[in-house]
């Protein structure tokens, strides 16, 4: 059984790092051929898809946040982490980090998910 779980950053200020680490546990990260993405929901919206990092350790990451975001991993830990940098009150959201089989279609689907974790809220308030 694959679990995922991220880390609870709870409030971060405008224009600082935001920073969550997956922690995965069932299935290696570098397990062919799993990517590895953040994605996020704000209230009323559908999924975001932030970026990936690949089994092999490749990221790529939407445009619109491209600028921003930077993804990692520690396969000695199998986690991966997100940087978000520069922050504002429109990236308040619950972040997921989730599993798929080859790379997310955009826009994603829960459908589309093989395992995610239960989200965490990141609000973003000075």
């Known amino acids: 059984q694959v679990t995922m779980q991220e880390s609870d950053p709870g409030l971060v200020k405008p224009s600082q790092t935001l920073s969550l680490t997956c922690t995965v546990s069932?299935?290696?990260?570098?397990?062919?051929?799993?990517?590895w993405s953040w994605i996020r929901q704000s209230p009323g919206k559908g999924l975001d898809w932030i970026g990936y990092i690949t089994y092999s350790g490749t990221s790529s990451y939407s445009p619109s946040l491209e600028s921003r975001t930077s993804i990692s991993r520690d396969t000695s830990k199998n986690q991966f982490s997100l940087q978000l940098h520069s922050v504002t009150p429109e990236d308040t959201a619950v972040y997921y980090c989730a599993r798929t089989w080859g790379p997310p279609v955009v826009p994603v689907e829960w459908d589309d998910v093989l395992s995610r974790g239960q989200g965490t809220q990141v609000t973003v308030s000075s």
């Open positions: 069932g299935v290696s990260i570098t397990t062919a051929a799993y990517y």
